[in-house]
């Protein structure tokens, strides 16, 4: 029997808590009563639902979705640190055959049986501290955050399988239960994106989040297959942590382009590597990261921190030997999938790091520093700092998820002020719902910017991924609580929240020494530096120059964000009136306390990664060398682990520069001279205004994929395929025939009238007499049914025994 | 195929129990009377349970006994004379009555030169004189890797169709 | 012993019998009598194969006490429809059920 008390049995049971929570909220808790659309208790009422009924979940049915989310959350942790302390005491986990590790065979493939089961060794132990430890906090943050919401227990049902399957794919040990947690996440995404799919904007989000990541996500899947074909399983250990195996796929020529030079381990790594683009929203699939900010802000959290886009990076750490497999990055040879990821994770830093900088929305901004975040992961294991990217990773889910929680606050906080506003004038209003109404209105607004005939808009475009003449439909403006113009001095109304969100802010700059932000982004670049000047590598350099600049613009914009949030005045009303509810409200505890927990583990996250040279530091935190690295740097085989860089004060000195340099100056712009209401940002007089309106409309990509995939899309079924082909070709190939056959019948009409008309009348004739002889045997007749399948058996047995007799009379 | 030893006690009851089983089977399928028809299929029950006892499967012989003569029997008996009222006395068959005969004999046939006779026309005696007994077959029924998991499955089987049979035939209020 | 290829051969005349019963008959009270023997034909083909070929394995004898449970639900079910049906349309005529009729 099994044992779970083994570690080795253990993570079987770690994603079955949250999955577990999922079935049971869905099947027995998420019971809804039908109430009016336009009753008090439906929060986001929707004009187009007026007379209607519609769902509302039954209170008790909230408080045991809570409970059992909870629950199941909660055991999923545990286990999670029981195994991660295991893990840990463990010394030099990973080599050779110390993980822990069972599987069971899953299914019988013909001679091969494919077999699941799931693989702890150092990055599976790293990931089980924090993927269950971000997810707690968010689970307690959606309870105030969902509080009021008409559908939280669906919610729940979803953020739980959204976490079962993040598990699932952390405790993977082979490549397709990886890939079954990816598709499930993928799916809870979509719904989760279109939580609110009332609002046109957030379903057309949730589509476009879906198709994007669908494309990446098939070719992922033919790495996938294209992988087994090669080696015959997909276990990450018989395939990573065996030379011969890497060997073999790195000096076979690949399928089809093998004559350019490409390995087969080359062409799966370009394959798995587009998986992640799509999934860690890299350049050029990042456009649906942003939109994907019209979820519940719990979902973005987990989007953007614990799960979707971690996994993606993980994935590629978890695949990394293959993707090394031929070259050796540490001294210049590079394969051909550590160059796409090191040039496009460099070139989507710092992108997506010029686009935050003239973003309004709290969250947006968020959005596109997490694209270039992860731009930094990528182009950290382009250039083989595998245990840099990997420690990065984490540090940025921490504080990243506590950025995103902590904006949440703000929104929240920033709607409760918008309503308090409008109490007065509003009978029905409970502020509570402040969060809820806010959405009516915005539904209603956008409703209202339809034309009469437009009404029905709604119903007929589901489907429809991005309709290019919406794109730029005019909304009537109306109060954004996300827009940092309007808020101002929220540091005075909302302090907890503030004070965390600005430590998560700095250690997303990466302020020097104290903060996770800075040790991890150091260690990129010391060892991006630290190759480069062995090697002269052309890439190194490269990277280095680009994630130094990124690194700039990001503690530029925190520093911008942070000023526009908390500092100076109240810009509007709102802002003014802005609170979570009085400070004992279990609104403001359960969506302030994990931001509290977040922001400690947002500072002392990076202590486990400092150098053990680095002057002072050093010797305080990593007296017997660099923790982290050397606990994580046994997932790979001995002689592939990378070499650990010697302290060099200058890209330490780049760090410290940038990141307070970039603090510096945005504080400067917009912290010692706050912005007053209704000015405009200063960011406008530094860049020309087509450089400004440029990166506020993030370079246009969006409007391009537009133009370059939908209108030519739409341009070809109008223009091409109705005129050319259906009016021109099909049309005319009919009346073609149309006329040819007139002649025909013309010409031989009065010799073969009798002739057509004898054929024309015999044959419905004889199909109505065979229908009806037909018929009869219809009869409804369950014996005769019986007999006629007993005759059939009788046939069949027949021919078996005279077959039999045959065979044995031959032989 | 030796009948030359005379006859011995297992196979005058042999021949006993085959005319009470398949003239049984004849009643059942041929008489009018409905009742009678059920008489009919408890003898030829009955049949069946001696040949369990010729068999060595006592316990079969006697839950067959219990179960169908005794309870299935009864509900037959019943069945039959809840539904008598509009019970047609005067045709026993219907009209494709000669293609069923025609069918059925065919399947004996098939059955009977096609398989029984070429694969076990020549076995005579058992692998093995000694049997296993009751109390191995309750073992197997209730221990934890035979057959523990179908018979729980059975008594739910049992109590679904009880409460099926209940819904079912229930007058509808 | 009397050898097994007549034990076999009383159950397929058995297994006939029934299954021309149950083609034939006009009365689904003698339908259902029918299906009954012809699950006593299998049951005792099962004990039959048991007895001469696997006497130490006991999934003989488990089947066929399984077969016996599964005719007991049947035939309770069964009964109970045809109960429902004759409330319904006053008649037990296999005949009159013929709302499949094409």
Known sequence: ?811 | MNFGEGLTPEAFAFGLFTILTLGGALGVVTSLNLVRAAIWLMLSLFGIAGYFVLLSAPFLASVQVLVYIGAIGILFSFAVMLTRGMTNLKERFNDQWWLAGLAALTAFVLLMVGVIVPAFGNSGAPVSDQVTTTVDLGVALVSGNQYVLPFEVASLLLTAAMIGAIVIAREDD | MVPLWMYLTVAAALFSIGMYGVLARRNAVAVLMGIELMLNAVNLNLIAFWRYLTPFNMSGQAFAAFVLVVAAAEVAVGLAIIIAVYRNRQSVEVEDVDMLKG
């Open chain 1, 1 to 811: 029997m099994v044992n779970f008390n083994d570690v080795n049995y253990l993570p079987w049971l770690i994603p079955l808590g949250p999955m577990l929570a999922f079935a049971i909220i869905a099947l027995l808790t998420n019971r809804s009563r039908l109430v009016p659309a336009t009753s008090h208790e439906y929060g986001g009422h929707h004009p187009d639902y007026d007379g209607m009924l519609v769902p509302v979940v039954a209170p008790w049915s909230r408080v045991l979705s809570i409970v059992v989310g909870m629950a199941g959350m909660t055991a999923a942790w545990l286990m999670s640190l029981v195994v991660f302390f295991q893990g840990i005491s463990t010394s030099k986990l990973g080599l050779d055959d110390k993980v822990f590790e069972s599987s069971r065979n899953w299914l019988a493939t013909g001679v091969e049986t494919f077999r699941i089961g799931i693989l702890v060794d150092p990055l599976t132990v790293v990931m089980l501290f924090m993927v269950p430890l971000v997810v707690m906090c968010i689970f307690i943050y959606s309870i105030g955050y969902m509080a009021h919401d008409p559908r939280q227990a669906r919610f729940f049902a979803l953020i739980s399988l959204f976490a079962g399957a993040m598990l699932t794919l952390v405790v993977a040990d082979n490549l397709l239960l990886l890939f079954v947690g990816w598709e499930v996440m993928g799916v809870c995404s979509y719904l989760l994106i279109g939580f609110w799919y009332e609002k046109k904007s957030a379903y057309r989000a949730a589509i476009k989040a879906f198709t994007t990541t669908r494309v990446a996500d098939v070719i992922m899947l033919l790495g996938i297959v294209y992988l087994y074909t090669m080696t015959g399983t997909l276990s990450f250990r018989d395939i990573l942590y065996n030379p011969e195996v890497l060997a073999m796929l790195a000096g076979t020529p690949a399928l089809i382009v093998g004559s350019w030079g490409i390995s087969a381990a080359g062409l799966i790594g370009m394959f798995l590597i587009i998986g992640t683009i799509g999934k860690s929203a890299q350049f050029p699939l990042h456009v649906w990261l942003p939109d994907a900010m019209e979820g519940p802000t719990p979902v973005s959290a987990m989007i953007h921190a614990a799960a979707m886009v971690s996994a993606g990076i993980y994935a590629i750490i978890r695949m990394y030997p293959l993707f090394e497999a031929g070259g050796h990055p540490h001294s210049g040879e590079f394969t051909l999938p550590l160059l796409l990821m090191a040039v496009v994770g460099a070139f989507t830093a710092l992108f997506a790091a010029t686009i935050a900088l003239t973003q309004n929305d709290v969250k947006k901004v968020l959005a596109y520093s997490t694209i270039s975040q992860l731009g930094f992961m990528m182009a950290a294991l382009g250039i083989g700092a595998y245990i840099a990217a990997f420690f990065h990773l984490i540090t940025h889910a921490f504080f990243k998820a506590l950025l995103f929680m902590a904006s949440g606050s703000v929104i929240h906080a920033m709607e409760h002020g918008e309503h308090h506003l409008h109490e007065h004038h509003d009978e029905h209003g409970d502020h509570d719902h402040a969060h809820a109404d806010h959405h009516a209105h915005d539904a209603h607004d956008s409703h209202d910017a339809h034309d009469a005939h437009d009404a029905h808009d709604h119903h007929e475009i589901v489907g429809e991924p991005i309709d290019a003449d919406d794109v730029d439909e005019p909304v009537t403006p109306h109060f954004d609580p996300q827009d940092m113009r309007n808020m101002g001095g929220l540091i005075r109304t909302i302090p907890v929240t503030a004070w965390t969100f600005i430590i998560g802010g700095v250690s997303l700059a990466g302020f020097p020494l104290i903060t996770a932000g800075f040790w991890s982004k150091d260690e990129i670049l010391a060892d991006a530096w630290y190759v480069w000047s062995g090697t002269s590598s052309v890439v190194h350099i490269f990277v280095f120059v680009m994630l130094a600049m990124a690194a700039f613009l990001t503690a530029f914009y925190t520093a911008r964000q942070l000023s526009m949030t908390f500092l100076g005045d109240h810009r509007t009303e709102a802002a003014t009136h802005s609170g979570l509810g009085g400070p004992r409200s279990i609104i403001s505890i359960t969506m302030q306390l994990p931001l509290v927990i977040l922001a400690f583990f947002a500072i002392v996250a990076g202590f486990v990664g400092v150098p053990p040279d680095f002057p002072i530091f050093g010797s305080i935190f990593a007296p017997n060398g660099n923790p982290f690295f050397d606990f994580v740097k046994y997932s790979l085989l001995t002689e592939m682990q990378p070499p650990k860089p010697p302290f060099n004060a200058i890209p330490v000195l780049v760090s410290f520069a940038v990141a307070l340099g970039g603090l510096y100056l945005g504080w400067r712009m917009y912290g010692r001279t706050p912005l007053k209401a209704g000015e405009a940002d200063p960011m406008t007089k530094i860049l020309s205004p087509s450089a400004y309106k440029l990166l506020q409309n993030k370079y246009y990509i969006d409007e391009l994929y537009v133009a370059v995939f939908v209108k030519p899309l739409k341009w070809f079924s109008k223009n091409v395929v109705v005129v050319f082909i259906d009016k021109g070709i099909i049309d005319g190939t009919i009346h073609l025939i149309a006329r040819v056959f007139t002649w025909i019948g013309d010409l031989f009409k009065v010799l073969n009238l009798w002739l057509i008309d004898g054929v024309s009348d015999s044959i419905p004739q004889g199909i109505i007499n065979f229908g009806a002889w037909f018929r009869r045997t219809q009869t409804g007749q369950i014996q005769q049914y019986m007999l006629w399948v007993l005759f059939a058996v009788l046939i069949i047995g027949l021919i078996f025994v005279v077959s039999a007799g045959f065979l044995q009379a031959a032989g």
